[in-house]
């Protein structure tokens, strides 16, 4: 039976960089929360919220899906770092970020058929969709290049010791992205 892996350090003893990842978190949260909400408003009072056929949700399920397992993925990412099993790193950071990509195609698959299904950006309705989506949109291209930062790193088996911390909190952006996208769905493609 072989031994339990050493626990490497944290590499963030006074906390300053989990405090700044939580900011930005916070900041995000509220951002998201206020568009969410505008949708909300806007559907609830009915003025100018045109009727027709609802976005495509076969899709946007996958879509959730994928981001959900790649959620995962991370925590997967995290644990083998944190528990010192470095040779797995790179494989959870890779299935992350490919399953990123997917979902990041199928989020634009879903532009494209609202679009060509001529609902452009004409009322409030196809207005929000559009923004609240292309702000996630921009959310995960930030998490997609620090992914592509982490995979880098980590075959080259930086992340070890003080510099883990890193993992860890590209891990929290990561596992925010997916929550917040669940109440995007469930907000734009269930109400």
Do not use: C, N
């Amino acid at each position: 039976m072989s031994p339990a892996p050493t626990r490497l350090p944290d590499g963030d003893p006074d906390g300053t960089r989990s405090l700044g990842t939580s900011l930005m978190l916070v900041a995000s949260a509220m951002m998201f929360g206020a568009l969410l909400l505008l949708h909300f408003l806007l559907r609830r009072d009915g003025a100018g919220w045109p009727g027709g056929p609802p976005l495509p949700r076969g899709v946007a399920t996958l879509a959730t899906g994928i981001l959900l397992a790649s959620s995962l993925t991370m925590e997967f990412a995290t644990r083998s770092v944190r528990g010192a099993r470095l040779d797995r790193l790179p494989t959870w950071v890779g299935s992350t970020l490919a399953m990123g990509v997917i979902f990041l195609a199928l989020v634009l698959w879903l532009w494209f058929e609202w679009t060509s299904g001529g609902h452009g950006a004409s009322g409030p309705r196809s207005r929000l969709f559009y923004v609240i989506t292309a702000v996630h949109g921009a959310h995960l291209l930030t998490a997609l290049g620090l992914l592509i930062w982490l995979l880098r790193g980590a075959r080259k088996q930086r992340f070890h010791g003080r510099s883990a911390v890193a993992v860890r909190l590209v891990g929290r952006f990561w596992h925010f992205l997916g929550a917040a996208w669940l109440l995007i769905y469930l907000r734009l493609f269930w109400s």
